[in-house]
């Protein structure tokens, strides 16, 4: 419990000393403009670097669809995924890319699911 008093007074102490120091005016009559803060200041380039590099992807990246493509189950093809595809009961089935496979044309590979996806 003591070294619980003793660092409690010396932070006190600390923050009496910073307190004061702050308000201590400079010389009378001169007021200086405050000082641009460093993270202000325009970023150094590094040696080497161009202005503007954009990564390059190699291969481009293919354009996905949202539609479900020929090599979906017959009931989802030519669907948009997320949309109905049965019901049986209170349960509602929608085509959905479960396991995140593609067709060869770039379109999604759907299934008619219900239930949590794998």
């Known amino acids: 419990?003591?070294?619980?008093?003793?660092?409690?007074?010396?932070?006190?102490?600390?923050?009496?000393?910073?307190?004061?120091?702050?308000?201590?005016?400079?010389?009378?009559g001169t007021l200086k403009p405050p000082?641009?803060?460093?993270?202000?200041?325009?970023?150094?380039?590094?040696?080497?670097?161009?202005?503007?590099?954009l990564p390059s992807?190699?291969?481009a990246p293919m354009q996905k669809?949202?539609?479900c493509g020929p090599c979906s189950e017959s009931i989802c093809v030519g669907r948009t995924s997320g949309s109905v595809c049965k019901t049986v009961g209170t349960r509602i089935y929608k085509c959905l890319n479960v396991y995140a496979n593609f067709c060869s044309d770039g379109s999604w590979e759907c299934?008619?699911?219900n239930g949590?996806?794998?």
């Open 1 to 28: 419990m003591k070294h619980r008093s003793i660092l409690l007074i010396f932070a006190c102490l600390l923050l009496m000393g910073t307190l004061a120091s702050a308000g201590t005016p400079e010389q009378a």
């Open 35 to 53: 000082a641009e803060p460093s993270f202000l200041a325009p970023a150094q380039k590094s040696p080497g670097c161009s202005d503007s590099e």
């Open 57 to 59: 992807f190699n291969p």
């Open 65 to 67: 669809t949202s539609l």
């Open 111 to 113: 299934q008619c699911w």
């Open 116 to 118: 949590p996806i794998p």
